[in-house]
């Protein structure tokens, strides 16, 4: 059998730990036939230990999002690994704690500027580094948390996410007469080390369980995973600037 990624070179972003989003498109990719580098950001051994643990072990190249020198020398440093992407991957998200939680109308500037260049700008920060490296056009992928309306705690991440949702936009029309297509995900709760720094999660998971015609399972990340590689095919040839729901339809339903 082929695989859906066979031939495919992939630059997968966002993995810090086994649960990340990104570790399980990168494990879904390989098993899909795709070559992966991962980037890793800050606890660098720990990402390189993590890239052990999938079918076959990844290169990682470090990169902080909103270090411009990194972002500067990542085609070099990418290059001893790959000769091109077909593919990147976003799966990054930050936001200081004074963002989050009970207080939207007391967070800094500078808390909600960290917020704003790690979770939103950093999409076209992201895509501008990998731009040399794929000449033959390709696909870039983000993860979002459906901002088209207020969650409870979710505050300032939310007006980031929105911010993302617009960028991505932006990107498709920027980079579309390059063949370069750029779609997010809308993904449903998961417990990764993100969520866990969200106040009052489980009130999520709750409202999912309850509301989703699918169902949704909070500790499941394949249906996201399996999602972001679809995208990352040659499969969705004219799909760009969209946003695709994985949350078992929840979006779509009422109370
Ligand atoms: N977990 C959820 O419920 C959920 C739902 C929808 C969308 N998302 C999004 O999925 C993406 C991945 O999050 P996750 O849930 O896998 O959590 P995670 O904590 O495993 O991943 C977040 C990643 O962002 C990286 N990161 C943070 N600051 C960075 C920087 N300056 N430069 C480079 N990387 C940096 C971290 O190293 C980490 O690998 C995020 O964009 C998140 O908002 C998560």
């Known amino acids: 059998m082929t695989g859906l990624l066979d031939g495919k070179r992939l630059l997968i972003t966002g993995v810090i730990t086994d649960a990340s989003i990104g570790f399980h498109v990168a494990r879904a990719a390989q098993?899909?036939?795709?070559?992966?580098?991962?980037?890793?950001?800050g606890r660098l051994?720990?990402?390189?230990?993590?890239a052990q643990r999938l079918?076959?072990?990844?290169?990682?190249?470090?990169?902080?999002?909103?270090?411009?020198a990194q972002l500067a020398s990542l085609p070099d440093r990418l290059r001893e690994h790959v000769d091109g992407l077909?593919?990147?991957?976003?799966?990054?998200g930050f936001a200081p704690p004074s963002c989050l939680g009970e207080h939207f109308l007391d967070t800094p500037w500078d808390d909600v500027a960290t917020a704003?260049?790690?979770?939103?700008?950093?999409?076209?920060?992201?895509?501008?580094?990998?731009?040399?490296?794929?000449?033959?056009?390709?696909?870039i992928v983000g993860l979002d948390f459906d901002?088209?309306?207020?969650?409870?705690?979710?505050?300032?991440m939310g007006v980031a996410k929105a911010a993302l949702e617009s960028c991505a936009r932006y990107l498709a029309r920027e980079l579309g007469p390059q063949g370069i297509r750029v779609n997010l995900v809308a993904a449903g709760p998961l417990k990764t080390?993100?969520?866990?720094?969200?106040?009052?999660?489980?009130?999520?998971e709750d409202a999912w369980s309850d509301r989703a015609p699918l169902g949704w399972d909070v500790t499941d990340p394949t249906p996201v995973a399996k999602t972001?590689?679809?995208?990352?095919?040659d499969w969705f040839p004219a799909t760009t600037g969209s946003m695709v729901w994985v949350d078992g339809g929840f979006h779509a339903q009422g109370v």
């Open 31 to 41: 098993e899909q036939g795709a070559s992966v580098v991962l980037t890793g950001y």
């Open 45 to 50: 051994s720990l990402v390189e230990r993590i």
């Open 55 to 68: 079918p076959t072990p990844a290169p990682v190249v470090e990169l902080d999002v909103t270090d411009d």
């Open 86 to 92: 077909d593919g990147v991957l976003h799966s990054i």
């Open 116 to 139: 704003m260049h790690v979770s939103a700008y950093s999409l076209k920060s992201l895509a501008v580094a990998a731009l040399p490296l794929m000449d033959r056009g390709g696909t």
């Open 147 to 156: 901002a088209r309306q207020a969650w409870p705690a979710y505050n300032w």
């Open 193 to 204: 080390m993100a969520a866990k720094a969200i106040p009052g999660f489980a009130a999520f």
């Open 228 to 233: 972001c590689c679809a995208l990352l095919s």
